[in-house]
């Protein structure tokens, strides 16, 4: 599949437009490094090739197809927390197709199927598709769409969507299950990471009145663990599957505001995102390591809220696009106990404090291609102090250069 | 015109662009248009382009059009019979005023920071936007937005952001709701047009997001549960670990570390059992180990056995400790205020080797073991047993002939002040702890002492440790010890010369990596990674009454 993505990603742009297929796209490759605390990642890059080919039979019919193909030569910030070496590139591929039909009255429905691949490299020695958390994600999806007004003075356009995500570790299954009978393990289940997910979500967009936009996203997603089983206290695995509910919240206002005479002219939009998210698990932890040995009920279950102000500033008589974002969250773990630094456990739950600031310019080079830098800055600080196989208290930063070629 | 159309159609094919703003506009007719630069001006025929101003007004003709192109792309088109003026081109407000007839519409968006195109009727504020306007000749304004947003308010002071697809009609009495334009209009746009592709593939990407959040979450979780990591040799470990209740007496504790490059599994147990029922909650069984020694009480449970097990899968190394009841002993030798505590009647700890090379060495089977396994070292101290009101201290070896021999054999009074003072009365030495051989022994080290050696494989200062025993009868017993981070770094660690492996529990908050290999092990290895507290479980498990602080 990873063939047929890129070869046709490549062919994307010269795809006889005169066919009535409409291509947009972009290319966008980067060069850069991270940090993590006072480690430094070697310097390295990432690629994103991103395609859609959209062909319209009519105003009430049309089909999408999407691909993507992108490949980076790093650890993303919170996998760097998880531990192991600076070192990973992952290759994600991920095609798509869309139908769209639309009705009379502003009401369309858009149908789609997908499939993605990801194969991780996490040591230089690790053979491309031998990643233990290569996966395969099998998509499809059902959006209702209306678009309508709110009053008299305000376009409106909703979804409800339902998308189904079934996904496959191809490589991972539990030792236990490999190995259990001659060990006389217990059985947590073999294939424990791979999932079913049923999303419902909602998506309203509200184009406001004095150039401000607010958008309003809720979903609801129902997690099976097919293959994993429920531990008990005694250390059991029962017979029942772990099944989690994520719930999310997301509010966002935009506004557009009149241009600044300065520097041949800048027009500032200050943005704003709120948002919530739990997820309850009926899964259980329990600490077998024999010092603090403790059993956790819910153990994953978590309250997350977390603030965004961002802000774009285009400096019209150059071309150049600052953007500015700034991100504050907090996590409660509602059952997991914070760890002193030894292991043992506290009386307080676990919360994890994130903030992250990232810096972006980009400057037309020519029509459709700009340069581009990244920066970011991120840091977490927790009240768990217990650090031998995760990183809960650091601070990470990196920075990219590249171009980014629109088509 | 030809010539006009070529240099015009790089304007017209560009996209919204930044670069390099000016404030000229240039309009270029065709057919029957006139222009003027001001209401008080005469209107004059225009034929070529020109660059037109604030103040100044444009109408065409019949079957006549005119172009109306702006540095940042932007570009309006007339109809016929249009009258069309420009008030203001400045960089705070573009000003246009469509009069009557009809206008086309392509705004960038970045000529002005405001972009105001007003009729009779209506004042439209744009926002990056295509859209038709039609002004009747009573000032009745029609609008159809193709894409993008328009900002309408009417003389009424009602306002109505207008989008995509969407009609608005504003009379002199105000505006009606816009409506969106029927799929059989022909301004309907097309079904997967550009603009709409884009907000599609925003909207799925916003809630695939939330998918690829959780699978990255799912292997974030795995880290947090210490599940994968790196060894110290650079290799990727998957580590599992369970805790097993074979009954409500014992429990084990299970792990394996894998690496799938190199095809290999090593893992091991932990076996704790008790005399009685131990409660469900794991966490509360140190208290009882704790309870077995020197308690003032009779303990109401204590361990009965403890095994460490490690194992490549060919070849294994276990460790056994065999505890008798707790009995009262006068422990008075220890301070005058202690008196009589409970202590295990014996502890019998037994190192023991397997595998297919191990069967074939001297000794293989003997002792009821089987086959393939064979006592390497054995310690052993009870009380009163083998020596009346004393405890008796025996440390056997493998000897120059593959059996099980004695090194040292101490005992201890354990209510005789003096006795404890000195450290017991020493009854074997072989290793020359003493100071010497024991006179009386014939088998004094030649057949009976091993060679050990200790070595800091990465150099002081960093946690890793090795031990050799080189035994008499030519097999050895590597067990190296490693703190490690995640990252297969090895840690640095307060090296206390005095004590080199008591500062590796000591840590006790890293992977401990257990590298154990023999001569016997024809080449294999052994190799886990665990949690250091089973070595520290074990230490605690094996310390014996010398070296205990009672309090």
Same mark, same amino acid.
């Given at each position: 599949?990873?063939?047929?993505?890129?070869?046709?990603?490549?062919?994307?742009?010269?795809?006889?437009?005169?066919?009535?297929?409409?291509?947009?796209?972009?290319?966008?490759?980067?060069?850069?490094?991270?940090?993590? #605390?006072?480690?430094?990642?070697?310097?390295?890059?990432?690629?994103?090739?991103? +395609?859609?080919?959209?062909?319209?039979?009519?105003?009430?019919?049309?089909?999408?197809?999407?691909? *993507?193909?992108?490949?980076?030569?790093?650890?993303?910030?919170?996998?760097?927390?998880?531990?192991?070496?600076?070192?990973?590139?992952?290759?994600?591929?991920?095609?798509?197709?869309?139908?769209?039909?639309?009705?009379?009255?502003?009401?369309?429905?858009?149908?789609? &199927?997908?499939?993605?691949?990801?194969?991780?490299?996490?040591?230089?020695?690790?053979?491309?598709?031998?990643?233990?958390?290569? @996966?395969?994600?099998? $998509?499809?999806?059902?959006?209702?769409?209306?678009?309508?007004?709110?009053?008299?003075?305000?376009?409106?356009?909703?979804?409800?969507?339902?998308? /189904?995500?079934?996904?496959?570790?191809? *490589?991972?299954?539990?030792?236990?299950?490999?190995?259990?009978?001659?060990?006389?393990?217990?059985?947590?289940?073999?294939?424990?990471?791979?999932?079913?997910?049923?999303?419902?979500?909602?998506? !309203?967009?509200?184009?406001?009145?004095?150039?401000?936009?607010?958008?309003?996203?809720?979903?609801?997603?129902?997690?099976?663990?097919?293959?994993?089983?429920? &531990?008990?206290?005694?250390?059991?695995?029962?017979?029942?599957?772990?099944?989690?509910?994520?719930?999310?919240?997301?509010?966002?206002?935009?506004?557009?505001?009149?241009?600044?005479?300065? =520097?041949?002219?800048?027009?500032?939009? =200050?943005?704003?995102?709120?948002?919530?998210?739990?997820? @309850?698990?009926?899964?259980?932890?329990?600490?077998?390591?024999?010092?603090?040995?403790?059993?956790?009920?819910?153990?994953?279950?978590?309250?997350? %809220?977390?603030?965004?102000?961002?802000?774009?500033?285009? @400096?019209?008589?150059?071309?150049?696009?600052?953007?500015?974002?700034?991100?504050?969250?907090?996590?409660?773990?509602?059952?997991?106990?914070?760890?002193?630094?030894?292991?043992?456990?506290?009386?307080?739950?676990?919360?994890?404090?994130?903030?992250?600031?990232?810096?972006?310019?980009?400057?037309?080079?020519?029509?459709?291609?700009?340069?581009?830098?990244? #920066?970011?800055?991120?840091?977490?600080?927790?009240?768990?102090?217990?650090?031998?196989?995760?990183?809960?208290?650091?601070?990470?930063?990196?920075?990219?250069? #590249?171009?980014?070629?629109?088509? | 015109?030809?010539?006009?159309?070529?240099?015009?159609?790089?304007?017209?094919?560009?996209?919204?662009?930044?670069?390099?703003?000016?404030?000229?506009?240039?309009?270029?007719?065709?057919?029957?248009? $006139?222009?003027?630069?001001?209401?008080?001006?005469?209107?004059?025929?225009? $034929?070529?382009?020109?660059?037109?101003?604030?103040?100044?007004?444009?109408?065409?003709?019949?079957? !006549?059009?005119?172009?109306?192109?702006?540095?940042?792309?932007?570009?309006?088109?007339?109809?016929?019979?249009?009258?069309?003026?420009?008030?203001?081109?400045?960089?705070?407000?573009?000003? /246009?005023? =469509?009069?009557?007839?009809?206008?086309?519409?392509?705004?960038?968006?970045?000529?002005?920071?405001?972009?105001?195109?007003?009729?009779?009727?209506?004042?439209?504020?744009?926002?990056?936007?295509?859209?038709?306007?039609?002004?009747?000749?009573?000032?009745?304004?029609?609008?159809?937005?193709?894409?993008?947003?328009?900002?309408?308010?009417?003389?009424?002071?009602?306002?109505?952001?207008?989008?995509?697809?969407?009609?608005?009609?504003?009379?002199?009495?105000?505006?009606?709701?816009?409506?969106?334009?029927?799929?059989?209009?022909?301004?309907?746009?097309?079904?997967?047009?550009?603009?709409?592709?884009?907000?599609?593939?925003?909207?799925?990407?916003?809630?695939?997001?939330?998918?690829?959040?959780?699978?990255?979450?799912?292997?974030?979780?795995?880290?947090?549960?210490?599940?994968?990591? &790196?060894?110290? /040799?650079?290799? *990727?470990?998957?580590?599992?670990?369970?805790?097993?209740?074979?009954?409500?007496?014992?429990?084990?504790?299970?792990?394996?570390? *894998?690496?799938?490059?190199?095809?290999?599994?090593?893992?091991?147990?932990?076996?704790?059992?008790?005399?009685?029922? &131990?409660?469900?909650?794991?966490?509360?069984?140190?208290?009882?180990?704790?309870?077995?020694?020197?308690?003032?009480?009779?303990?109401?449970?204590?361990?009965?056995?403890?095994?460490?097990?490690?194992?490549?899968?060919?070849?294994?190394?276990?460790?056994?400790?065999?505890?008798?009841?707790?009995?009262?002993?006068?422990?008075?030798?220890?301070?005058?205020?202690?008196?009589?505590?409970?202590?295990?009647?014996?502890?019998?700890?037994?190192?023991?080797?397997?595998?297919?090379?191990?069967?074939?060495?001297?000794?293989?089977?003997?002792?009821?073991?089987? +086959?393939?396994?064979?006592?390497?070292?054995?310690?052993?101290?009870?009380?009163?047993?083998?020596?009346?009101?004393?405890?008796?201290?025996?440390?056997?070896?493998?000897?120059?002939?593959?059996?099980?021999?004695?090194?040292?054999? %101490?005992?201890?009074?354990?209510?005789?002040?003096?006795?404890?003072?000195?450290?017991?009365?020493?009854?074997?030495?072989?290793?020359?702890?003493?100071?010497?051989?024991?006179?009386?022994?014939?088998?004094?080290?030649?057949?009976?002492?091993?060679?050990?050696? $200790?070595?800091?494989?990465?150099?002081?200062?960093?946690?890793?440790?090795?031990?050799?025993?080189?035994?008499?009868?030519?097999?050895?017993?590597? !067990?190296?010890?490693?703190?490690?981070?995640?990252?297969?770094?090895?840690?640095?660690?307060?090296?206390?010369?005095?004590?080199? +492996?008591?500062?590796?529990?000591?840590?006790?908050?890293?992977?401990?990596?257990?590298?154990? %290999?023999?001569?016997?092990?024809?080449?294999?290895?052994?190799?886990?990674?665990?949690?250091?507290?089973?070595?520290?479980?074990?230490? !605690?498990?094996?310390?014996?009454?010398?070296? @205990?602080?009672?309090?």
């Amino acid at each position: 599949m990873k063939r047929l993505i890129i070869v046709s990603l490549l062919c994307a742009p010269w795809i006889a437009d005169a066919k009535g297929v409409e291509v947009t796209g972009k290319l966008d490759l980067y060069g850069g490094q991270y940090f993590f #605390g006072s480690r430094s990642g070697a310097f390295n890059g990432y690629g994103i090739l991103d +395609a859609q080919l959209a062909k319209s039979y009519s105003t009430s019919s049309g089909l999408i197809v999407s691909a *993507r193909s992108v490949y980076t030569g790093f650890k993303q910030v919170n996998e760097l927390s998880g531990g192991g070496t600076l070192f990973q590139q992952s290759l994600d591929d991920s095609i798509g197709a869309k139908w769209i039909k639309r009705y009379e009255g502003g009401y369309s429905l858009k149908p789609r &199927i997908g499939v993605k691949n990801e194969l991780f490299r996490e040591t230089k020695d690790e053979k491309w598709g031998e990643g233990l958390y290569d @996966f395969n994600r099998y $998509e499809a999806g059902l959006t209702l769409e209306r678009k309508t007004r709110l009053g008299l003075s305000t376009p409106w356009t909703y979804q409800f969507s339902w998308d /189904f995500y079934d996904t496959r570790y191809t *490589r991972f299954k539990s030792l236990a299950s490999q190995y259990g009978q001659e060990l006389a393990a217990p059985n947590p289940g073999s294939r424990v990471l791979d999932t079913f997910t049923n999303q419902f979500s909602y998506d !309203s967009e509200l184009d406001l009145p004095g150039f401000m936009k607010a958008e309003i996203f809720a979903a609801v997603s129902l997690v099976d663990y097919p293959d994993q089983r429920v &531990i008990n206290s005694a250390g059991a695995y029962l017979s029942s599957k772990r099944s989690d509910s994520y719930q999310a919240l997301n509010l966002g206002l935009s506004k557009r505001l009149n241009d600044l005479d300065a =520097l041949g002219r800048i027009r500032p939009v =200050l943005g704003l995102t709120a948002g919530l998210a739990n997820l @309850f698990s009926n899964q259980n932890h329990l600490d077998t390591d024999p010092k603090h040995l403790k059993y956790i009920g819910s153990y994953y279950d978590y309250l997350e %809220t977390r603030l965004a102000p961002n802000a774009q500033f285009s @400096f019209i008589s150059s071309g150049l696009v600052l953007r500015l974002g700034y991100e504050f969250a907090v996590r409660r773990y509602t059952d997991r106990l914070a760890q002193k630094a030894d292991g043992t456990y506290t009386q307080s739950r676990l919360s994890q404090y994130s903030s992250s600031a990232s810096l972006e310019a980009a400057y037309p080079l020519a029509h459709s291609l700009d340069l581009k830098l990244q #920066g970011n800055w991120a840091a977490s600080y927790s009240n768990n102090r217990y650090e031998q196989v995760y990183r809960y208290n650091y601070e990470s930063s990196m920075y990219f250069a #590249g171009l980014e070629w629109r088509f | 015109m030809k010539a006009l159309h070529l240099v015009l159609l790089p304007l017209l094919a560009a996209q919204p662009c930044l670069g390099a703003v000016t404030q000229d506009i240039i309009m270029a007719p065709e057919g029957k248009v $006139e222009a003027r630069t001001g209401p008080a001006a005469a209107w004059v025929p225009v $034929e070529n382009k020109v660059r037109i101003a604030a103040g100044a007004e444009i109408r065409t003709g019949n079957d !006549s059009k005119a172009g109306v192109f702006f540095p940042d792309g932007s570009r309006f088109m007339l109809g016929n019979n249009t009258l069309f003026s420009v008030d203001a081109t400045g960089k705070k407000k573009a000003g /246009f005023q =469509l009069k009557f007839g009809r206008l086309k519409a392509a705004v960038a968006g970045y000529f002005s920071s405001r972009f105001e195109v007003r009729t009779p009727s209506a004042v439209c504020a744009v926002r990056g936007t295509e859209f038709d306007l039609d002004v009747a000749k009573d000032g009745g304004t029609e609008m159809n937005v193709s894409e993008g947003l328009v900002e309408v308010n009417d003389s009424k002071g009602a306002m109505a952001v207008v989008s995509s697809e969407e009609r608005i009609k504003v009379g002199m009495d105000g505006m009606t709701p816009p409506e969106t334009v029927s799929l059989k209009d022909e301004s309907a746009g097309l079904a997967a047009r550009p603009m709409a592709v884009r907000q599609e593939t925003a909207r799925e990407r916003t809630r695939t997001m939330l998918e690829e959040l959780r699978n990255r979450e799912l292997k974030a979780n795995e880290a947090q549960l210490g599940k994968d990591s &790196i060894d110290a /040799f650079g290799k *990727r470990v998957r580590i599992e670990e369970y805790l097993l209740r074979p009954s409500n007496k014992e429990f084990k504790l299970l792990f394996l570390s *894998r690496r799938a490059e190199e095809g290999r599994l090593d893992w091991g147990h932990l076996i704790e059992r008790f005399q009685n029922k &131990i409660p469900d909650d794991i966490s509360q069984v140190g208290g009882i180990i704790n309870g077995m020694y020197f308690s003032k009480t009779a303990p109401v449970n204590w361990m009965k056995y403890f095994e460490v097990y490690l194992t490549n899968t060919i070849d294994s190394v276990k460790e056994t400790i065999d505890f008798g009841n707790p009995v009262s002993i006068d422990f008075s030798g220890y301070g005058a205020g202690v008196g009589s505590r409970y202590y295990p009647s014996s502890i019998d700890y037994k190192q023991i080797l397997s595998g297919p090379g191990v069967a074939l060495a001297v000794g293989a089977g003997t002792g009821g073991l089987n +086959a393939d396994e064979r006592a390497q070292f054995q310690q052993t101290q009870d009380y009163n047993s083998s020596t009346a009101g004393q405890f008796t201290f025996t440390q056997k070896v493998v000897n120059a002939s593959g059996a099980l021999a004695v090194l040292e054999k %101490t005992t201890l009074n354990p209510a005789d002040l003096a006795d404890v003072s000195a450290g017991g009365t020493n009854i074997t030495d072989n290793a020359g702890l003493w100071g010497g051989p024991y006179p009386s022994d014939p088998d004094y080290s030649a057949t009976i002492n091993p060679v050990t050696t $200790e070595v800091y494989p990465s150099g002081p200062g960093k946690a890793d440790f090795m031990v050799t025993s080189t035994y008499e009868d030519g097999s050895t017993l590597s !067990s190296r010890k490693l703190l490690v981070l995640n990252d297969g770094k090895i840690m640095d660690t307060t090296f206390n010369p005095a004590d080199p +492996a008591g500062s590796f529990v000591k840590e006790g908050s890293f992977n401990l990596e257990l590298a154990v %290999t023999s001569n016997l092990f024809q080449g294999r290895n052994i190799d886990v990674l665990i949690a250091p507290e089973i070595l520290s479980q074990q230490k !605690s498990a094996t310390t014996t009454a010398d070296s @205990f602080a009672i309090r």
